[in-house]
């Protein structure tokens, strides 16, 4: 049983609802599922560059992940790490240079493409659940998801793969944004991730919390986060706050006018609307 938070083009294209059991809101009924179209991303398109939107996307939020490393060495010696949902690789790269012996994964063909080209990195194509068959259980040291788990059409399913690739002790990452937040009480439907069409879960600490622990995993350290933004980006996100096509295509006017994207300053803000969890496979 649940109940509609949100109708269909309120906050996004889906409606969104919330448990009335476990609290748990999401995405409801969904037409297509999420991999279907993430796996429809062809590789037969035009090759990602440096300055495309996603690659600076991808390197703007290389500051906030670094932390993760020197983190996961007080529970685990620095060992073998998957990402999941890997993107272009730039994570995985600085975690191999910090000493870390990487794998990923990700759907996105043209950025597995470019992280082979760029970072010399070998990525696999496919989701995570097609590890389960040909790579051995208990194999990595961590595991890290972020801002992954919000996408997934079935995140226990997947827990569950992680819990069997992970080593005794082993320690899961999660991240995600956040909906027991400020920001989310104050903006409602406006907040920015509960509108990006491509998020299906919305989790609050208490829900992730609990999904963690159904699969097994031990909840050992959590802390409320923030992100590094481009100029560029912060203006675009407001725009999608807006809800407004006019809106949108003024912002990315500007944007594209001052090369937003690309030069001026980096910006940290806190505004505590996203969560990081560590989790760990019992022994």
Not at 64 to 74: P, R
Not at 151 to 165: F, K, Q
């Amino acid at each position: 049983m649940f109940t509609v938070l949100f109708g269909e083009n309120v906050a996004q294209i889906h409606q969104i609802v919330k448990c009335k059991n476990c609290g748990l809101m999401y995405a409801f009924p969904l037409p297509v599922r999420n991999f279907n179209i993430y796996a429809a991303k062809s590789p037969t398109l035009s090759p990602l560059k440096r300055d495309d939107p996603p690659i600076l996307h991808s390197l703007d939020k290389l500051p906030d992940y670094k932390s993760i490393s020197a983190d996961l060495q007080k529970y685990i010696p620095k060992g073998r790490i998957l990402d999941i949902g890997c993107s272009i690789g730039t994570f995985l790269h600085f975690l191999r240079e910090a000493g870390w012996e990487v794998m990923g994964v990700e759907l996105d063909a043209c950025a597995v493409r470019f992280a082979h080209q760029e970072f010399g990195l070998t990525i696999l194509n496919d989701p995570v659940e097609s590890l389960d068959s040909v790579q051995h259980h208990d194999s990595f040291d961590a595991v890290t998801m972020l801002h992954m788990i919000e996408h997934l059409d079935d995140p226990a399913s997947t827990l569950e793969v992680v819990w069997r690739l992970l080593k005794p002790s082993g320690v899961i990452v999660v991240e995600t944004p956040m909906f027991d937040s400020l920001m989310f009480k104050l903006l409602r439907r406006r907040e920015r991730s509960l509108s990006c069409n491509g998020h299906i879960f919305f989790y609050t600490v208490d829900t992730l919390s609990q999904l963690l622990a159904r699969i097994g995993f031990e909840v050992i350290a959590w802390r409320k986060m923030g992100r590094t933004l481009s100029a560029g980006r912060l203006l675009w996100n407001l725009g999608v706050m807006s809800q407004k096509v006019t809106v949108q295509r003024s912002v990315q006017g500007v944007i594209d006018r001052l090369d937003l994207l690309r030069s001026g300053p980096r910006i940290h803000i806190n505004m505590r609307d996203m969560v990081r969890i560590y989790s760990r496979r019992p022994f």
